[in-house]
């Protein structure tokens, strides 16, 4: 089986610069006369992969047509709950452990999988086995919760597309939080739009910062200038992060996020010194 979740404008200068030359690139994982599980793609995209999965005489399983994913809201603790249904029936009330409202879509494609494999393998679609599989799921610096109190979230949002995705979830269940912000990105990515981004959640501050690392941005190239206010620099993130860390409260998020490569070595420096307690 083969299985595309979604379909973004990150790699460009590799895959493509519009959205349907990427999903052409994508979908060269199609096999012949192999099961095709799609995620939450955009229709010019999807028609695409369409085309090649037709020619491929790949059968092909679509979200919101051979099988559906149903949001319906944040988890008490931490995760998100929705129901799932395809030809096997409805599952109501399943949790994954990881944030974000994307989430659920991602393991509507995982369950949609595991349903064809249980088919190909003549095995009983276990509701059970799901609900297990879902609250062992975990991806690190993805909504990552390393801490706490104070309440510290890693997420490795490195493209604009990811970026979005953060900024909602940000916005829709951390609204009661002075969040401060420790991001830094490869000057490859397009900087500009994902601080435009970031200053989207209301109160934020934002607290620009390199790393060693090629192509890590560079201080001097006036991304302050986006928003004087609310946008600060920091030479060291080492020192930015001690200083963010002492003066927090119970009040306060810190969201550390930007390229994977910096979240990395932020996360290697806060478990050495604090542990995952999320």
Known sequence: ??????????????????????????????????????GNIVESALSVIDLKAAEAQAPAYHAGQEYRVTYRHPDEEW???????????????????????????????AIQLYSLYCD???????AKEIRNGLRKAYWPARMERISSEPLVIIDGAHNVHAMARLVDTMKEEFSDYRIHVLFSALETKNVNEMLQQLLAIPQAEIYLTTFDFPKALHLADGYQELDEKRISTVSLWQFGLAELLEKMTNEDLLLVTGSLYFVSEVRELLLAIGGRNG
């Open 1 to 38: 089986m083969t299985a595309i979740t979604t379909i973004g404008m990150d790699h460009m200068d590799v895959l493509g610069d519009t959205i349907e030359a990427i999903a052409a690139h994508k979908a060269g994982i199609i096999k012949p006369q192999t099961p095709l599980v799609t």
């Open 79 to 109: 995760g998100e709950l929705f129901d799932f249904e395809n030809e096997h029936g409805k599952i109501k009330g399943l949790k994954t452990p990881m944030l974000g409202r994307h989430q659920p879509e991602n393991a509507g494609v």
């Open 120 to 126: 190909l393998r003549q095995l009983p679609f276990s």
